[in-house]
């Protein structure tokens, strides 16, 4: 048997979480060692769509995600690339009255934070963007929102985690965690021992066995966002896409290709990767080729899908365990949690040095659910925010 | 008991069409589905118009086998559904979504037969994206299907027993082959000895075509190694390396290939068991003798399970359609099924001589330079492979895809997959089953946003 490795932080998880919170305690000076059950970035922090997206997010999480987009622009410095990320904007479209409504309602309340949104009605709408299509009432634009590519951004955290000196054991599931009085005590892979001081829980759709393990049983489920891409095309896309009350979302890469999503996929059999269905990606083709007419002749070349934890209410979990000291929960961003990742990031480490961070995450404390299901006061759960899917 | 099967079939070559045959001759009527706009697969691809060419000038001595599969196709269309120039771009259950132009519909299906043949397998080199190079099947298609030729003076460059078949059709039709160029050296050629014992008349039509071939005055040579095709925007000529020494010559198009690779994406997203073909040097469904893969109900007959050649495809399609009845229930003539698992046995033994006499090009994977195309789709050189193999570490074939995007346009890999693979293998210095293989998505080829679909896809 190999020796136990000795750490001040384990990982379980190497998604984009994990893998910018390595990173971030590295900077600090941390031993950290970070651990996938496959490759760092493979599941949603790699297969997502791809939207750097402030705009939409319920109030609870706009200070974190506005830590996050200070980081956006920086990827080259912190991680060697720039993750294709462009500052594009994010148009959010309504429909109808009640969307267009809901989106007036979203700006007034988020107003003092930051996010600079700008109402566009119908006819400007058409003057500025003459490639949207049918019956759109008017939109949101938050000009500083934009895109990135999350295959190379995940993967390149990682990366520069190790490059920075972290231990990442990719292929190397955890399969034991529990707590001694002298600290955390891992098994994984096949004989890798681990003795850490702190363990961050970022297991993504894979972190509910972990928390359960310490006596926090949450409410994660797996969602399944499915996307398409288009061939390359000249490039007329020129703002990240999204929708008041989801169906689509789109954006379109330099390269020219488009990516389109807006439904779910389904399952493997006995597998961690999903796939998806044939009626939903000719669903997202035909509602992508009626609301932009430049892509009415263009071919899907590619679909593909990914597997993501999905909380209850649709805020994640970020924070210290309720029942173990130095145990750090971070999942569950149900479809959102590319953009603040890199902020998750920077909140863990903080929360590792500090005890505390910087950026308020009361509301995504996980004895949450808990506290819910003692109450029987009517009110006490925040109103949800109707939120798009997986962006 | 037959209106409860419903099988599908996918391709229309000489395992979809025998396969079929013998399912009609037990009452069953199954549904055909197949890219072309008529039957004969690749190896006996009709004309789309016809013209003064006998079967004779099409097929050469293949013409009696090509009339009596299409014959035979002939006779069973009215107890078939056939659904040409039709593709199938996903299988999910027991279902298969099926794009006829710009229309979708599903195809609930109680037992698949995958009949869905092979393409050429394509390892790059500079200059093989030039405008006038096309693979060894594209140009025999253009001759058989289009009746043209891809140039006037054209090399036929490769390994594989098509390289001297597609040379000689194109002498045999009035074409300028200028040169064949083998990248196996003359001496692998003595292999075929081996094979004369076990398939005479292939061995022997082998030798025909090259000895035609000489002479005619085409030049034959061996132990070839491509240098680089000349030419921007049309080819304009091609050098290559022959016993240490560089040769150049004049050509306006370029045919190569270097053997065959199974189409296995239907496999795949049907959930298929993979396993690694050592003579293929390729990863595909699991069959057993009879082409059950690991998923009841799913069969593969052909080229799709392995490269084995028309002959044995039409044996496949037979046996797999007499195993599929007997999975069913039906009685059949198991002397018959002996027979065929001889036949094919036999040919099966003859590959390893033909891959002996046609080997891989070792060490092309090793050997090609940095700024040569990989992936034309995504325009990603073997270099950026390379680069990820030392800066990133990548062992493993989707991670290479996920972090350089080889394999991920139009193609989905089809084109690319082999050679990304190889060149991986090579730079990581892994053995090539371990880098893996493509995971399969949906569509397996491209399909148009407006499509309509026909109810719900599956």
Known sequence: MSPTLLRDVAIIGGGLVGSSAALALRRMGFSVVLLDKGFCGAQASGVNYGGVRRQGRPPEQIALSQRAHAIWPRLNEIIGIDGEFVRSGHLKLARTEVEMASLEAYAARVAELGLDLELIGSNQLRERFPWIAGNVTGASLCPGDGHANPRLVSAAFAHAARLAGADVLEHTPVSHVEKAPDGFYLSAGSATQIKAQFVINSAGAWAGPFAEAFGEPVPLNRIYPSMIVTEPLNVFMDVNIGAEGGGIYARQVERGNCIVGGMRGEPLAASDFSRPTGSGAVTIMNRAAALFPPLRHAYAIRFWSGTEGEMADRNPVIGFSRTTPNLIHAFGFSGAGFQIAPGVGEVLAELVRDGESRTPIQAFAIDRFARTAQSSRAGSVPEPIKRETAQ | ?458
């Not at chain 2, 690779?261 to 298929?272: H, K, V």
């Open chain 2, 1 to 458: 008991m037959s209106d409860i099967l419903r099988p599908l079939i996918v391709g229309a070559g000489p395992a979809g069409i025998r396969a079929a045959q013998t399912l009609v001759g037990a009452g069953i009527r199954p549904i055909v589905v197949d890219e072309a706009p008529s039957g004969g697969g690749q190896i006996y691809r009709q004309r789309i118009v016809p013209d003064e060419r006998s079967p004779q000038d099409l097929y050469g001595s293949e013409a009696a086998k090509a009339t009596a599969l299409h014959e035979t196709f002939a006779q069973i269309r009215d107890r078939i559904d056939y659904l040409p120039e039709t593709l199938v771009w996903n299988v999910r259950d027991k279902a298969a979504d099926v794009a006829t132009g710009n229309r979708t519909r599903r195809i609930d299906f109680s037992h698949l037969i995958l009949a869905t043949g092979a393409t050429d397998r394509v390892l790059p080199f500079h200059g093989w994206t030039t405008p006038g190079v096309f693979t060894l099947g594209g140009s025999q298609i253009a001759l058989k299907s289009q009746g043209c030729a891809i140039g006037e003076q054209v090399v036929f460059l490769g390994s594989g027993p098509l390289l001297y078949l597609v040379a000689w059709q194109y002498v045999k039709a009035g074409a300028g082959v200028a040169a064949v160029l083998d990248t196996a050296p003359f001496s692998a050629k003595f292999h075929l000895l081996r094979g004369l014992l076990a398939q005479p008349a292939v061995v022997l039509r082998g030798f025909r075509y090259a000895a035609e071939l000489m002479a005619r005055g085409v030049p034959v040579h061996f132990g070839v190694q491509p240098v680089r095709i000349e030419g921007k925007a049309r080819v304009e000529g091609i050098v290559w390396r022959e016993r240490g020494k560089e040769r150049r010559l004049a050509c306006d198009a370029v045919g190569y290939g270097f053997a065959l690779r199974s189409e296995t994406q239907l496999g795949d997203l049907a959930g298929c068991r993979f396993i690694f073909d050592a003579r293929d040097r390729a990863w595909r469904p699991e069959c057993d003798m009879a082409g059950r893969t690991s998923v009841p109900g799913i069969y593969i007959a052909g080229d799709g399970a392995g490269i084995a050649g028309a002959d044995a495809a039409e044996l496949a399609g037979e046996r797999v359609g007499l195993i599929l009845l007997e999975d069913a229930g039906f009685s059949v003539d198991r002397t018959r099924i002996s027979v065929l698992e001889r036949r094919l046995a036999a040919i099966h033994r003859f590959r390893d001589v033909l891959e002996a006499a046609f080997p891989f090009p070792d060490p092309w994977a090793g050997s090609i330079a940095d700024d040569v195309t990989l992936c034309r789709c995504e325009e990603i050189s073997v270099g950026h492979v390379r680069a990820a193999v030392r800066d990133q570490g990548v062992f493993e074939l989707n991670r290479l895809k996920a972090l350089t995007r080889v394999g991920m346009g139009r193609c989905q890999g089809r084109m690319c997959g082999s050679a990304a693979a190889e060149v991986l293998a090579t730079a990581c210095n892994q053995s090539l089953d371990s880098v893996g293989r493509l995971r399969a998505q949906p569509p397996i080829k491209p399909l148009p946003l407006e499509i309509a679909a026909d109810g719900e896809a599956a």
